[in-house]
Every structure is written in C-alpha cells, then in structure tokens.
C-alpha cells in the first residue's frame, strides 16, 4: 500500500486529566502536557492522541462536547492549544485528537436550541420521535450507562417527545442523515486541520448510522435486571447498512484533503468485517481499534492471543493498516490485565511492550505503561468515578446483590483502573498535583513512579525507548513479512519479521513458569545476534540455554 507517516508512528495517548498537574486544581492541564514533552521525546514517541480536552461539563470526562472548536477551560486555553502544537511539531511530535460525532453534550448550543421546537432549524441535528400510543419510549432500546431506569429515550416536556442518547441522558445522539448536520461537523474538523492537527482518533466511529425504522431489539432484556425491560444491545446501532457510505463521504469532505491520520474506535467489530472500513482503496479511515484483545471481557489464552494477531494481521495483506495496543483509557491496565503485576511486574511490563512494538501495525502508548503502572483496587464505589463501573453497581445493589460482590466483580474490567493520575514520584498525590486530585491516586504510587523507574538499573521506560528506538531503526518490523513458528504452544510467542534486508526473530515467555527452549528446525544452521533483551545480563537462549525464565523476552537479528 501507498507508504504514509503514521505507518511509522509511534503515538502516546495523554488522557489529560490525569497526566500533570500546574495549578493544583486537582485536573491535569495543557501547560503540565507541555512541560513533559521533552520527556515523551527522550522516550521516543513521534505523535500525541489527544483524549477530548474540548470544552464539555464533563458529565463523561470530556466525551460529553459542549463546544467543538474551544478547549475546556479546566485544561487551559485555545491559544495555550496551539503554542503547545507548534512546540510539539518543532520537536518532531505529532499531534491528534480524539473526536465524538456520535452524540454532544445536552449543553451544546445546537442541542439547546434542538429541543426549543419541533420546528426549530436545529430539531434535526438529534434523533427525536413522538411517544407510543401508550406514552411508552419509541423502542425498547437501553443505554449504555445503565441511567436511570436504563431506556435510550429521554422524554423532554417542553415539546412532548423523546430524543435518543445510546450514552448519557445528557449525552443526545446527533442525527447523521440530515445534511446540515453533516456539513457543520465537515467544516469543524477543518477548522482543527487547518490548525495543524495531524489527525483524528473517531470515537465509537461504526456507530454514526442508526437502523432504519429504529425497531425494537431481539435480545432479552440486559442483565443484571433486565434494565426494567430495556434492551442494551450494542450491536443494534453498530455497522448498520450505509455507514461506509457515511465514512466516505466524511473522507472525500474532509480527510482527504490533508495528509492527517484517522484511527477509529469500532466496537462489535471483528475481523472478518474490519477490511471494509481500512481497506486504502475503501477510503474510510486508515486504521481501527478492535476488542478482541486489549478490552475484551473474557482473559484470552497465549493461542487464543496468537490466532486474534494472526487473523487481523492477514488483513495488510489486502492494502489495509493495523494498530497494536493492549490498554487505553477504556480498559484495564496492562501488566494488571495480561502480565503479573506483582512478582514479575517489571519484565511482564516490557514483554507485553516488545509484543506491541514488534507485530506488524502503528503501536499505541497509553500513558503510564512506560513505567509499568498497575490497576487500581478502590475499596468502596464512591471513590470510582467512570460511568460504566458507577452504573451498573448500583443496577446490581438493586436486584439485591451484596455490596462487595458487586464491587468484586466489577473492580478488575473498572475504566478507572487507566484513568488514575500519572505517578510521577513518591511525593504526596504522586507528584500529580498540589491539591487534591479529581480522582484517587493508586496507593502504589510510592513503589512505582516515574522517577523511581527512571533511578532503577532495572526501568521499564528505558527499555520503552531502546525497543521504540530499535523499533524506527528495523525496516523488518515496519516494512517487513510476518510469520509466527510454535503456533500451537500455550506460553511461547515466536515470530519471525523479515524484509530483502533484515531478518528478526522475537521470542516470549508469556508465563510465570521456566519453560523448556525449543526452536523449530528451520531456525537450526543460521547465526544469530541478540538485539534486545528484558533480562539484562542473561545469557542469549538462542546460545543453547536450556529453559526460558518467567516473562522473557528476546528479539534476535540473522547476522549469517
């Protein structure tokens, strides 16, 4: 496929109030971003993703947009945006942001003038209808939140009929169909383009187009109560016929008049339907995150996590691009969720980073994971504050389940596991901020921070930068074929990356056991030279050591 800038990026998502604090507001800051990007430079990173940092009442962390083309005063300042982008492009930094064209906040202009009348210009920007015969919602559609008594429709007086909001009650959904709506959302990711945005991050993007008719869903009520008769059906508003014809018309109004990056969040997605919508010649958007790793429910074997990498990466075979995460703001920690983040922390951290930075496809950074930062374990609900993990405890209190299974069962998936303060040193709030944060610090930012990470012989955002730096060095890992060796073995991952100049073999130890080496044949007869290693001091396995220690990982160059 035709080569671009963001196949060689390496991003760092900044969830910006939780990252750094200047004010002692409690509430990260784009002054805090700035005074950190000589850090994200050393580490290696080349291109920022922006979480919403748009002005909003935060009813959703910024993912509620009261004002598309203003920065939230909490964070600082419009033109405190753009010094903090022309500093960051003058250090070879990129930047995107993260967009919502699913829905705004109630509080946005349009919205408000929306529900003054049914003939109002704004009415068709949201998703109204008239109530039943009964006075009943327009379909048995539950929202995603768990609000209330967990429909989809919100009943406004003012002109007695209903709008639909998949999120929030304060969270309408905007109504793609209609073409003035269209226009004001092409003309506003311009605006941000024209200012030197390299690009987008398309929250919840196969959601735009809603099905026709907007019929009542199938599947039984939602568990834990059934949502008092509500249907939360995720995949009812999801890759509904006509949104890549929604997506492409977006991509010839607006993407495609610039060289910017767009990276769509597309749930209840799998493979098998991804290729419509990052296929180049499709010309939607160039790359997607998927669920069937990093924030599916369900832990996933070592195979299970070879075949998931097997089947997305076949898709580059078809003029298509890839991206390798394992965590962001909507998911679990990392090391807490897929390595052990207790006794083997440290090379459990870097092995699941040198997965990341070695598969074919753009790698992603969530802030923290460079110093191995851990899920959080809050020991009451009013210290957890992401809308998913609040609504559905106190839906499962009602139906009568016991406070502490409750919490129990929700603490491990919890959003906020990623959304705790970056832990900057030992110091009080973990060097965060000055006044009390917007949300608890995890308890371990004594143990792990950045500057003790930095100050250990052993730190994880060291070994970040020496796999990114080898990472933008190895035409193999960016340009090269991929192919994985020991398929079916349930602890090692073995692949070889290989292009008409290099040839890299990488190898992991996905488990807490010592695991007999083993090579396939065809390994046998080549000279090998040990690149990189998270066992420093170790002797090279591919020297005929007999077993693999717990959580290792190596990278290997054929050198004959």
């Known amino acids: 496929m035709e080569k671009r800038w963001w196949q060689e990026a390496v991003v760092y998502q900044i969830y910006c109030k939780s990252f750094c604090d200047t004010n002692g507001d409690g509430i990260g800051d784009l002054r805090g971003v700035r005074s950190k990007l000589p850090m994200l430079k050393e580490l290696g990173i080349n291109c920022i993703w922006f979480n919403p940092i748009y002005r909003s009442p935060q009813v959703d962390n910024g993912y509620d947009i009261s004002d598309y083309q203003d920065i939230d005063p909490t964070y600082g300042t419009l033109d405190e945006f753009r010094e903090l982008l022309a500093e ?6 990129r930047v995107i942001m993260d967009l919502v064209l699913n829905h705004t906040s109630n509080q946005h202009r349009w919205f408000q003038e929306s529900r003054k009348s049914k003939d ?6 949201y998703i109204w209808r008239a109530p039943k015969e009964d006075g009943k919602e327009p379909n048995n559609w539950g929202n995603y939140f768990y609000e209330g008594k967990g429909s989809a429709w919100q009943f406004d007086e003012l002109t007695g009929e209903y709008y639909l909001h998949n999120y929030s009650w304060q969270m309408p959904d905007v109504n793609w169909e209609y073409e003035p709506l269209r226009q004001e959302m092409y003309r506003m990711m311009r605006w941000w383009l024209d200012m030197g945005v390299d690009g987008f991050r398309l929250d919840a993007i ?4 809603k099905p026709e008719g907007l019929p009542d869903s199938k599947k039984p009520p939602a568990p834990p109560v059934g949502i008092y008769g509500y249907v939360v059906d995720r995949a009812i508003c999801t890759n509904v016929p006509g949104i890549h014809e929604l997506l492409r018309n977006i991509n010839k109004n607006v993407w495609s008049k610039y060289d910017c990056m767009t990276v769509g969040e597309c749930g209840n997605l799998s493979s098998d339907g991804a290729l419509d919508y990052i296929s180049q010649g499709n010309k939607e958007i160039d790359m997607l995150f998927h669920f069937e790793i990093g924030k599916n429910p369900d832990i996933i074997t070592v195979r299970e996590y070879k075949q998931t990498q097997q089947r997305w990466i076949d898709l580059m075979k078809h003029n298509a691009w890839i991206t390798q995460f394992l965590t962001n703001h909507d998911s679990p920690r990392q090391v ?3 390595g052990n983040d207790r006794e083997y922390r440290v090379p459990s951290a870097k092995l699941l980073a040198t997965l990341t930075h070695t598969m074919p496809g753009t790698p992603f950074v969530y802030q923290g994971e460079e110093i191995g930062m851990t899920n959080v374990y809050f020991d009451t609900i009013e210290d957890y504050n992401e809308r998913y993990t609040v609504g559905k405890y106190w839906t499962m209190i009602e139906a009568g389940e016991d406070p502490e ?7 491990d998936m919890s959003r906020d596991n990623a959304r705790t303060p970056y832990q900057w040193s030992d110091d009080e709030n ?7 944060p917007w949300i608890r610090v995890n308890p371990r930012y004594r143990e792990i921070n950045y500057r003790a990470d930095r100050d250990s012989k052993d730190s994880i955002f060291d070994y970040y930068k020496r796999l990114i730096a080898l990472r933008l060095s190895c035409p193999a890992i960016i340009d090269g074929d991929f192919r994985f060796l020991l398929m079916d073995h349930p602890q090692i991952v073995m692949y070889l990356r290989s292009c008409a100049r290099q040839t890299l073999l990488v190898a992991v130890n996905f488990s807490d056991d010592e695991v007999p080496v083993q090579f396939p044949e065809e390994l046998d007869g080549f000279v090998w030279e040990r690149l990189l290693t998270n066992l420093d001091g170790s002797t090279p396995v591919m020297d005929r050591r ?3 220690m717990p959580w290792e990982a190596e990278i290997y160059q054929m050198i004959g």
């Open 546 to 548: 007999d077993v693999w």
């Open 120 to 125: 109002n210009p704004y009415r068709n920007y």
């Open 88 to 93: 960051a492009h003058t250090m070879g930094i």
């Open 336 to 338: 807490s969720r897929f």
């Open 430 to 436: 973990a060097g965060f901020s000055t006044g009390k």
């Open 405 to 411: 299974t409750a919490l129990g069962k929700l603490r």
């Open 206 to 209: 196969n959601r735009l187009k």
